[in-house]
C-alpha cells in the first residue's frame, strides 16, 4: 500500500471514531442522563436550555455526517464548540476523566481530533471521496 492510500484509510479511522463518540455521547444525553436532565445539568453550569438542545443535535447530526464522511472538514469545525464546551465543563475537575465528575484530558483530545480531522478530510470511503470522483 502507498503512503497516499495509507493516510486516506487513518483519516478514515479517525472519522469514523469521533462520529461513533459523537453519537455514543448523543445517546447518553438522551437515554442515561434524558433530555430533561441534560438541560438540568447545563443550567447547574449557567447554560440557557437551548444549548443543551444544540448540542444534543450537533452530536447526533455531526456524528452521522461524520460516519458518511459528508461535509466532513466543515463538520469537524461545526463540532468544534460543542467539543470545547464539554472541555470548559470539565474544566475544574482536574486532568484524568477518570477524576470525579470527570476531568479535561479526553475532551480536550476530542477537540484536536476534530482539528485533525478538518484538517486532513474524510479520507476513503466517504460521501465526500465519491462526490470528488464524480465532479
Not at 443543551?52 to 447530526?61: P, Q
Not at 458518511?68 to 484524568?96: D, Y
Amino acid at each position: 500500500m502507498n503512503e497516499q492510500k495509507l493516510g486516506a484509510h487513518g483519516a478514515f479511522v479517525l472519522r469514523l471514531t469521533l462520529g461513533v463518540v459523537l453519537l455514543a455521547h448523543a445517546a447518553l444525553k438522551v437515554f442515561v442522563f434524558t433530555v430533561p436532565g441534560t438541560v438540568g445539568f447545563f443550567a447547574s453550569l449557567g447554560l440557557p436550555a437551548i444549548a443543551a438542545y444544540l448540542t444534543i443535535f450537533g452530536e447526533l447530526f455531526g456524528g452521522l455526517a461524520l460516519l458518511v464522511g459528508f461535509r466532513t472538514r466543515l463538520v469537524a469545525l461545526a463540532t468544534l464548540p460543542i467539543l470545547l464546551g464539554a472541555t470548559w465543563a470539565h474544566s475544574g475537575k482536574g486532568w484524568s476523566f477518570s477524576a470525579p465528575g470527570g476531568g479535561w484530558e479526553y475532551p480536550l483530545f476530542l477537540v484536536l481530533a476534530a482539528v485533525v480531522v478538518a484538517l486532513l478530510g474524510a479520507g476513503s470511503f466517504s460521501w465526500d471521496q465519491a462526490r470528488s470522483k464524480t465532479a
